[in-house]
């Protein structure tokens, strides 16, 4: 006779998400400096050449004196931005949370369906040991050298905002706008010509469920989980698309342009330009893996795809159990584990890669790969407690392999 389950612990599952989106948020914050500060640098090594080429060129006085003293500016604070982004642009910071974000939102789910791990009892406990080890591949990483920002950040109980102040400077502030609206207009350029925008078709978002609730419904399931996730690679997988197609398209016409330019003998020096340009561009798309990230959200919602599928192919006999009519324990266990291996692999894929780029990005030499390798050993190997840590579920008879759906 199984274990009866207990009712939800709504205030261990608010936790776990208040953990969990505070992971996220501080993610996103730190993935949006990081792109910001390396675009900075691409930009000003692109404004440099520019400049020294203009600089070759006969000018008045005047500006010949103004870009000359810019160009002995601009290579220092190149170089400073440059040191201050390998200590500070949080990059690994990025990658380690929202790693722990995808693992907590993991737990979470599989502690909603009530399948293994979480089918007995003392489930509370479980989750409750499986967020501190999730919690705990962070200590001592660059994570906890600054300060993460809250998540309970609405409103205080006298009514004031407690969110974050905008602290830039006027002078950042204003190329940030100039650079989304370049951004906006590009975009909205390139839909007009090529109808890459299309209706908005999202289904029911995770703030319109009650997500302290159970999820034994396996349609609940597929509507919060599977088809929420998978609207969501769809949705990135269309942006990094036209991103890609933009950037490679640049990188295209301007390294024409080069060649045209080097035929010409007064035009040769411009060529410089168009090859920072070029390089400008594609350090872009290597550093955001934009095209890795394509293929990944890809085959990650080809598979949900079919996972559901499979799913809907079963008959109404095969879903449920035809003497108690609840849905049928193990398929209801496949369906959750294919779903859940699916998002967590291509997690796992992503922050593998992200770790090798970064590590490239960041000059490792070869004396510094052993550590570096096992630095990424020790992050899998919490990763991996992360989804099903051993010596905590007592239950001898539990399934030893869940991991298998990766």
Not at 116 to 123: A, F, G, I, M, N
Not at 234 to 248: M, V
Not at 280 to 306: M, P
Request: hydrophobic share 35%; glycine share 6%.
């Amino acid at each position: 006779m199984s274990t009866p389950i207990t009712s939800p612990n709504t205030n261990l599952l608010e936790a776990a998400w208040q953990r969990q989106q505070a992971y996220s948020k501080n993610a996103s914050r730190h993935q949006r400096r990081f792109l910001w500060l390396r675009s900075l640098l691409a930009s000003l090594s692109v404004v440099v050449v520019i400049l020294a080429v203009v600089e070759g060129h006969k000018l008045n006085e005047p500006w010949h004196d103004v870009i000359g003293n810019t160009l002995l500016v601009l290579p220092i604070t190149i170089t400073a931005l440059l040191a201050f982004s390998v200590r500070f642009d949080r990059g690994q910071n990025w990658v380690l949370l929202r790693g722990r974000a995808e693992s907590l939102k993991t737990e979470i789910y599989y502690y909603r369906t009530c399948v293994k791990p979480y089918e007995k009892k003392d489930r509370d406990a479980l989750l409750s040991k499986r967020i501190q080890y999730i919690s705990d591949g962070i200590k001592g990483s660059p994570v906890h050298q600054g300060a993460l920002s809250p998540y309970e950040h609405e409103v205080t109980p006298n009514g004031k905002d407690k969110r974050p102040k905008l602290r830039m400077g006027i002078v950042i502030l204003m190329v940030s706008i100039l650079i989304k609206g370049g951004t906006k207009l590009m975009g909205i350029v390139w839909d007009f010509l090529f109808r890459f925008k299309e209706e908005n078709s999202s289904p029911q978002t995770e703030e319109e469920e009650n997500r302290c609730s159970d999820l034994t419904n396996p349609e609940h399931y597929l509507q919060f989980r599977l088809v929420t996730q998978f609207e969501w690679y769809r949705k990135q997988s269309k942006t990094l698309a036209q991103q890609l197609q933009i950037f490679q398209t640049s990188v295209y016409i301007f390294g024409g342009v080069g060649t045209l330019l080097a035929a010409f003998e007064t035009s040769r020096s411009w060529v410089a330009v168009t090859t920072a340009l070029v390089g400008a561009f594609t350090n872009y798309l290597e550093v955001k893996r934009i095209e890795a990230s394509l293929v990944g959200y890809n085959q990650a919602a080809d598979t949900l795809y079919d996972i559901r599928a499979w799913w809907y192919s079963l008959s109404a006999a095969e879903r449920h159990d035809p003497d108690t009519k609840r849905p049928d324990q193990k398929k209801f266990q496949r369906l959750v584990d294919s779903c859940e291996g699916t998002i967590r692999s291509e997690t796992t894929s992503w922050l593998q890669d992200m770790q090798d780029r970064l590590a490239q990005l960041y000059g490792i030499d070869d004396g510094d790969s052993d550590d570096e390798s096992d630095d990424a050993a020790t992050q899998k190997n919490a990763e991996e407690k992360t989804s099903y840590p051993h010596g905590i579920d007592e239950d001898k008879n539990a399934d030893p392999d869940n991991e298998s759906v990766d």
